[in-house]
């Protein structure tokens, strides 16, 4: 008698992102381009790398004193802090928090965090002036700072951060099943909290009508939204809101007493300037806020395989963050014990060394030049063609993943038509584009604009 698998009422999995790139991949028409990578490409149409991780790599590869041992845990890391820092405590009255791993070693979450501080106010920091956000002091940052009340875990790969945030809100935030996920695009967030039992609410900033972020979609969910939900947060940096709204947004927040979990995909590469891309996230600081950032490293140090994130965590006071970090470190223990270290090794390196970082910097601002120049050229292009309707939404957003501002039918005739794949949304990797595809790009644009096919 056969043997029946226990398996067979599992159903082949849909694939998040479709099967658009498998379609690509497909076709074999010779002028078939892709522009929905989730990396940042290079003008030779590669993935893009900041000049400063190959030699790295080739340091680290050569370096006969790294220790590739399990790194200890929270338990033996206090031990050595306490031995550390014991000579030091009468000075310094507030004590860095333990995150989990060896802090002598460049790829723990202590080394990565004390790189990433590095990112932080220095001492010729300016306060920030972020459009419609009230200044903040430096005075004011310090305090938060030295008192301790942030924190971050190293996690695994573009997602792992998000996921460990889930999780620990499924466990100590049972009264909040219900989650709020306001983003510029679609991504994975909303199934994971639906897999974990929560009650999921979708919305878009990006009004297809307009042409660009709609602020008040993120208004009027948080004055509609349920005391004591979560809200997810996606590119609110793109959403330009005035001071006015950041202070009725904050009101809102406040008063139903809403958890922010926010999500940097890739800082720096909005606007090139790594402070000016999470001023934001100051704002909520100063408001007194706690919350919780995911964040992936990878995409902007270009080490795509190495799959390195952080989640930092914002208390009112060190204590409070002292808990919370050793539930998270409770629950990476239980998923992944120890994160690859390659990855950390190579952002620790770069970020705790003043050349290399600037190197680093410089090469993430050149991308975003690339990136804001390519987007100017596609728009002149198209003007140049006389292709109806405004072009200057693909200029006035930030990043290299922007919407076109097509509808479905002219993207499914780029698709079907012109094999140029693009997501059904019309949101691209503009990186994608370069010298050698635009104007095969942009006169397939024209012709989808103008064709009958392409009209809803």
């Known amino acids: 008698m056969p043997t029946l698998s226990v398996f067979l009422d599992v159903p082949l999995a849909q694939k998040l992102e ?24 290079t003008t030779e149409g590669q993935p893009w790398v900041s000049s400063v991780v190959p030699k790295i790599r080739l340091q680290i590869s050569q370096d006969p004193s790294l220790n590739y041992e399990y790194m200890p845990m929270m338990e033996t890391q206090r031990k050595r802090e306490r031995q550390r820092h014991r000579q030091r405590e009468k000075q310094a009255p507030c004590r860095e928090p333990n995150v989990g ?47 301790w009340q942030v924190g971050g875990v190293h996690t695994v790969g573009d997602n792992g951060a998000f996921q460990l945030g889930a999780q620990f809100l499924k466990i100590w935030r049972k009264d909040s099943r ?27 900033l990006w009004d297809s009508k307009q042409l660009c972020m709609d602020p ?116 990476t223990q239980a998923l992944w014990l120890n994160p690859p270290t390659r990855g950390a090794r190579i952002i620790t390196s770069i970020l705790c060394n003043p050349a290399l970082q600037g190197e680093w910097k410089q090469s993430l601002k050149e991308l975003v030049e ?21 072009w200057d939404h693909i200029t006035d957003q930030n990043g290299p993943q922007s919407y076109l501002g097509l509808n479905s039918q002219k993207v499914e005739y780029l698709v079907k038509k012109k094999h140029i794949y693009i997501p059904k949304n019309g949101r691209i990797n503009f990186t994608c584009i370069n010298a050698w595809n635009i104007d095969y790009i942009t006169q397939s644009i024209n012709e989808a604009v103008l064709s009958p096919e392409g009209s809803e």
């Not at 790139?21 to 940042?40: E, G, H, N, W």
């Not at 430096?138 to 305090?143: A, G, M, R, Y």
């Not at 639906?194 to 999921?200: E, N, P, S």
């Not at 100017?376 to 292709?387: A, Y």
């Open 370 to 390: 690339n990136i804001m120049l390519i987007k100017e050229k596609v728009k002149e292009k198209l003007r140049l063609l006389g292709t109806p309707g405004s």
């Open 18 to 41: 479709g099967s658009l790139l498998k379609t690509y991949k497909q076709d074999d028409c010779p002028k078939k381009i892709f522009l929905a990578y989730r990396v940042c490409m």
């Open 216 to 331: 008040n979609v993120l208004l009027d969910v948080a004055e509609q939204a349920p005391h004591g939900c979560i809200f997810v947060i996606g590119n609110i940096g793109d959403c330009k809101l005035t001071q006015s709204q950041w202070a009725r947004l904050i009101a809102s927040m406040k008063s139903k007493q809403i958890f922010p979990f926010f999500d940097i995909p890739y800082q720096g590469l909005s606007t090139g300037n790594l402070e000016e891309d999470t001023g934001f996230l100051q704002y909520f600081v100063s408001q007194d806020f706690e919350f919780f950032c995911s964040q992936s490293l990878s995409k902007i140090f270009g080490i795509y395989d190495e799959g390195v994130g952080v989640l930092v965590v914002v208390a009112l006071n060190n204590q409070l963050l002292l808990c919370v970090l050793s539930q998270l470190m409770n629950l």
């Open 178 to 204: 219900i989650v709020y996920i306001i983003s510029s695009k679609k991504e994975s967030h909303g199934l994971v909290f639906q897999d974990m039992g929560f009650t999921v609410c979708e919305y878009s």
């Open 101 to 147: 791993l060896d802090p002598g070693s460049p790829a723990s979450p202590t080394g990565l965090q004390a790189g990433l501080n590095r990112l932080g106010p220095k001492a010729d920091f300016k306060p920030l002036s972020h459009p419609g956000i009230p200044m903040i002091t430096l005075k004011e940052l310090c305090l938060l700072i030295f008192c």
